[in-house]
């Protein structure tokens, strides 16, 4: 098992930046992939970004694609979320998940946290 836990989230301006953590404990952090999902109220969740177990492949969703970057550092067993030239429509909650497959499904994710809000103010 894995336990994940995120932080960094917060209240930010539109344009502004905001980087997020996720710290893993519970296994080897670097045998897994790692994801970023986001939910906002009353919608699915959606793939945010992902990053292979060794950090040599990243993927991401369209529309962050060019503003968002993960990033990862196993000696740390954490991954992380630098967000910039945030928009109203970021708003979220924010979800770190492990995995074994670097997909964009969340059904590829068995290892969840609890999340953070991030709110993009306009």
């Known amino acids: 098992q894995v336990q994940l836990v995120e932080s960094g989230g917060g209240l930010v301006q539109a344009g502004g930046s905001l980087r997020l953590s996720c710290a893993a404990s519970g296994r080897t952090f670097s045998n897994y992939v790692m994801g970023w999902f986001r939910q906002a109220p009353g919608k699915e969740r959606e793939f945010v970004a992902a990053i292979s177990w060794s950090g040599s492949a990243t993927l991401y969703a369209d529309s962050v694609k060019g503003r968002f970057t993960i990033s990862r550092d196993n000696a740390k067993n954490t991954v992380y979320l630098q967000m910039n030239s945030l928009k109203p429509e970021d708003t979220a909650v924010y979800y770190c998940?492990?995995?074994?497959?670097?997909?964009?499904?969340?059904?590829?994710?068995?290892?969840w946290g609890q999340g953070t809000q991030v709110t993009v103010s306009s």
């Open positions: 998940a492990a995995g074994s497959s670097m997909r964009a499904a969340i059904e590829r994710y068995d290892y």
